[in-house]
């Protein structure tokens, strides 16, 4: 007996960023991987669900600079970051992890 052909979707998180909570834990899973990249696409994912005009518009920046900031590869300046970051509503914050060097 063969097995029926599964479609599967692709991975869309802005379907599970449904409040602040959601956000925050998929930004902390997100940094945790020391991946640039991600962090970049889940800044996009995230400003997607908030509305990239209104980000854009509150960031400061035109609508097409932030999804060139955003896109993958792209090498936005932190006080880009920092900008997109605020008008998402997103913080960062520092924690000693006691590891040294």
Not at 15 to 32: I, S, W
Request: proline fraction near 5%; avoid cysteine.
């Amino acid at each position: 007996m063969t097995q029926p052909d599964v479609k599967l979707l692709p991975f869309d998180a802005t379907r599970y960023l449904t409040d602040d909570e959601a956000v925050a834990e998929y930004m902390n899973a997100v940094l945790e991987t020391e991946d640039p990249n991600l962090f970049l696409l889940a800044l996009g994912d995230i400003a997607r669900v908030r509305g990239m005009t209104q980000i854009a518009k509150v960031s400061g920046l035109g609508r097409e600079s932030l999804y060139k900031a955003l896109a993958p590869g792209a090498k936005p300046r932190f006080d880009t970051v920092l900008k997109v970051a605020r008008a998402l509503g997103v913080t960062f914050s520092a924690h000693v992890s006691g590891v040294r060097s």
